[in-house]
């Protein structure tokens, strides 16, 4: 089932579709299953191809501002920085100062570059180079391992990302991601609106990729590597675009890669012109199998992914982090993929655990509740920074740590639009949050009545949006309270009868006391009590203000 | 152009303009309502209150109004209230709770500013009441009544009274007062620069104080200086020698408790 409440989807649907070729799912409109469509029209793919998703995870991550090694440095050159990190995806020159960073892996007993980042390259280094030789140009260099486990898990996170765009998404391989389109494009009105707003979000993930389009999976991918932005929607011309490129696209196992160049077919036009019996004989079936899904010729099954029941997303820092502005990147990469899960799933989030790891201290676990469940990147990313800038840090942060698990239907109001009361629900909850997130969760509560003898246990903090019973009438009590009875140090003239409250004896709180109106000589009418053991005393416990 | 269609452009400006009832709150006070230009508390602007004392019924006289609002679903917002806003005095006073908003930082004063200008901003809530502990610059008042004007609400400010002689972009600026309190002594305080004073005579309530007590109501009595009334009618020149009776600027005004006296809890 497609989503509706992506906002750059919203805004698409408004034009209203062109065609309308199911006539059984116009009243359901947008929402129409899934399923019986697919039955009826052919299968789209896009592939994404993230072959730096490891680097570009670190990326941005690590834009610290450069004066956060001083804690007590001044609030404005951290303002700058921060506006620096908002833009860095889009613009990598405000990063070069920014630290070098190169994946490493282990060839042959022989430690090498496997990618690395702009920086990085600036400086000379590039993929391939012995690690020991990187170290010599730039000793500053932040070498990871590469970890082949992560990128799986970071491929299967941005698969549950892409969800937000279909409902059928595959991850491929180590690098790939497939969206089946084909049901979407009614949604998005068109692929390049599609294809436009995936591009976007994925620069808002801060990964670089490439995207192709084509009718089977293989072929997409195809296109996405070889970096071919023109859609391809059948079969026919599939051929002729693929053609004139290199066979080295293809995802077939190097030896066979190696075998064909060596046998002088060097584009992949040369390849579909062998005979497949004399192809299979040379390189196995594999070869062949691949060629027809490619083409498809065979159909080429694919199981979707799904989304898991919980979200929860890691990142590690690469440096350690003194001041929370310098999280900025980090944690709105976080809150787009938890929006983007959310959309996937159609469901909001009213409460979500944001944990800042240090390495020589307790981790800072913040909790952040909102009133009514949301599924909006900018009021969760405000709420959590709001909550962030508050948070005094006891050690710097080597890793941030976010985690969903209880998910719940956002309130829609598609039918009553003209009711105000509605609207004003909605944003309700962002004022809250927003007061909540700066203020604390105790500084904001609505008040509730008890059904109590003992005043000062006649009334309690609610929350809002919990409706309680109205407990009957009050004998005449003041507008204000103290909290504790504080002795009346000057002349009051006491006014009317005692109102005596008795009570309490069963929780060893035990009331006996007299109430009495009382004035001062400025007119100011107090609520006092004389304590039934103490006659002398007089105690002011309110105000009639 | 006739003069109808001109009367009726948004650019004019009408000297002795009469709100037309919309953003206005009734004070639920006949006494007040008269006195004030648009016939109730203003919508969109700030109200300053400025008091010497506690206790001598600034809350209550808000509480008609309040009390309108959230039986009509609408919800306040009290931020920073010096004592504990008490239950069972406020549903007495017929305030839907469950649509009244505490916010109380307990904290910096700074907080409280911003709460209350977040919140009407916001145009969600429709009133909102400011405890004010500091004197407040006028920047930051300014703030506010550029908030209400936003967000469409009633902002109140309590202030303490000695900022009455500051200047203030407020709507309307008034100073209580309890009625035994002797008002020649304070003259200074009612002088406003912009002179721009109400003089208005008000009978004390219609209901005898025989009345009350048959009701279980109580008097209590209160006295109102509007000394800035933004919008204000200038009915005042009819009582002739007002310009230079200052100490006749007050409106003296019998406040009703309007509390109902039930029977002592059964114990």
Redesign the interface.
């Known amino acids: 089932m497609r989503k509706l409440i992506h906002p750059t989807a919203t805004a698409l649907k408004k034009k209203s579709p062109k065609t309308d070729n199911d006539s059984n799912n116009r009243d359901k409109c947008h929402s129409a299953s899934h399923k019986k469509r697919s039955e009826t029209r052919q299968q789209i793919w896009a592939s994404l191809y993230l072959p730096d998703l490891l680097l570009d995870n670190m990326h941005g991550t690590s834009a610290e501002p450069e004066n956060s090694t001083e804690p007590n440095s001044s609030p404005e050159p951290d303002n700058n920085n921060n506006n620096n990190n908002n833009n860095n995806n889009a613009n990598t020159n405000n990063k070069i100062t920014a630290d070098a960073i190169a994946i490493v892996e282990r060839v042959s007993n022989r430690q090498q570059i496997r990618s690395c980042n702009a920086t990085a390259q600036a400086a000379g280094i590039f993929t391939g180079m012995a690690l020991n030789s990187a170290y010599a140009i730039l000793p500053s260099l932040t070498a990871v391992e590469y970890d082949a486990d992560r990128e799986a898990l970071l491929l299967q996170q941005a698969g549950e990302w892409a969800m937000q765009f279909s409902s059928i998404v595959c991850p491929h391989g180590s690098n790939h991601i497939l969206i089946e389109i084909g049901g979407s494009k009614r949604l998005f009105d068109s692929y390049e609106c599609l294809l436009a707003t995936i591009e976007t979000e994925l620069k808002k993930l801060g990964y670089t990729g490439l995207m192709g389009i084509a009718p089977t999976p293989l072929a997409a991918n195809l296109l996405a590597r070889a970096n071919i932005r023109r859609g391809i929607l059948n079969t026919k011309r599939l051929a002729t675009i693929i053609r004139p490129l290199s066979i080295s696209y293809l995802e077939l196992a190097p030896d066979i890669l190696e075998g064909l160049s060596r046998s002088g077919i060097r584009s992949i036009g040369q390849l579909l012109e062998i005979s497949p019996a004399s192809l299979t004989r040379r390189f196995g079936p594999a070869c062949c199998n691949y060629l027809d899904r490619l083409m498809g010729r065979h159909p080429d099954p694919r199981t979707p992914l799904r989304l898991s029941d919980t979200f929860s997303r890691s990142t590690t820092l690469p440096i350690e982090v003194h001041d929370t502005n310098a999280l900025q990147f980090a944690t709105q990469r976080m809150i787009n993929e938890l929006a983007a899960f959310l959309i996937a799933c159609d469901r909001g989030v009213n409460h979500f655990t944001f944990e800042l790891v240090h390495e020589r201290h307790e981790n800072t676990r913040l909790e952040l509740r909102f009133l009514q469940a949301t599924s909006q990147t900018k009021h969760l990313h405000r709420v959590l920074s709001e909550r962030l800038s508050q948070t005094q840090l006891p050690a710097p942060i080597s890793a941030l740590h976010l985690s969903a698990s209880a998910f719940c239907e956002i309130e829609r109001d598609a039918s009553d639009f003209f009711l105000k ?1 509605r609207s ?1 629900q909605n ?2 909850g ?3 949050d ?2 909540t997130s ?3 969760d105790d ?7 008890v059904d109590e ?1 003992r ?1 000062e246990k ?5 929350f ?1 949006e ?3 019973a ?2 009957g ?11 504790t009875p504080k002795p009346a140090n000057k002349a009051l003239q006491l006014l009317g009868d005692a ?5 309490g004896w069963w929780d060893s709180n035990d009331v006996r006391r007299d109430y009495f109106v009382a004035k001062d000589r ?5 609520w006092v009590f004389r304590d039934r053991g103490k006659p002398d005393s007089l105690f002011i416990h ?4 | 152009m006739t003069l109808e269609a001109l009367l009726k452009h948004p650019a004019l400006w009408k000297g002795r303009q009469q709100h037309d009832g919309k953003d206005t709150l009734a004070t639920g006070y006949d006494a007040l309502d008269a006195a004030l230009p648009s016939q109730g508390w203003p919508v969109g602007a700030l109200t300053e209150i400025m008091t ?9 006289l808000l509480l008609p109004a309040l009390g309108a609002l959230t039986s009509n ?1 609408q ?1 306040i917002a009290l931020v920073a ?13 017929g305030i839907a ?11 910096e004063h700074k ?1 409280d500013f ?2 209350a200008e ?2 009407l901003r ?4 429709s009133a909102v009441i400011l405890w004010s502990s500091t004197n407040g610059d006028e920047r930051q008042q300014r703030r506010l009544q550029l908030a209400a004007e936003q967000g469409k609400s009633w902002a109140v400010c309590y202030r303490p009274s000695r900022t009455a002689q500051t200047s203030s972009p407020a709507g309307l600026r008034m100073v209580l ?5 002797q008002s020649g002594t304070r003259q200074g305080q009612t002088r406003h620069p912009q002179g721009d004073l109400q003089t208005h005579d008000l009978q004390p309530s219609d209901l005898q104080s025989g009345d009350l007590k048959a009701h279980g109501l ?1 008097t ?2 209160l006295q109102i200086d509007i000394i800035k009334n933004r919008g204000g009618r200038l009915k005042c020149l009819n009582l002739g020698d007002a310009c230079h009776r200052k100490t006749d600027n007050l409106i003296a005004l019998n406040q009703r ?1 309007c ?7 059964p ?1």
């Open positions: 009361s004003q944003s309700l962002e004022v809250i927003k007061l700066r203020l604390g500084a904001i509560y609505t008040l509730a009545v003898h005043p006649a009334w309690k903090k609610s809002p919990i409706r309680e109205p407990v009438n009050w004998p005449q009590r003041p507008l204000w309270l103290l909290e109102e005596r409250i008795e009570t400025h007119g100011t009418r107090y309110g105000i009639f203000a | 010497t004392d506690a206790g001598i019924g600034e809350l209550s679903q919800w209230p010096p004592y504990v806003p008490y239950a069972p005095a406020l549903a007495n006073a709770l469950e649509y009244t908003l505490v916010i109380d930082s307990q904290s907080n911003w709460a977040q919140i916001s145009g969600v809530f007062r309890h009625a035994d309190t109580q209590h009595g408790m509390r109902v006296d039930k029977p002592a809890h114990p």
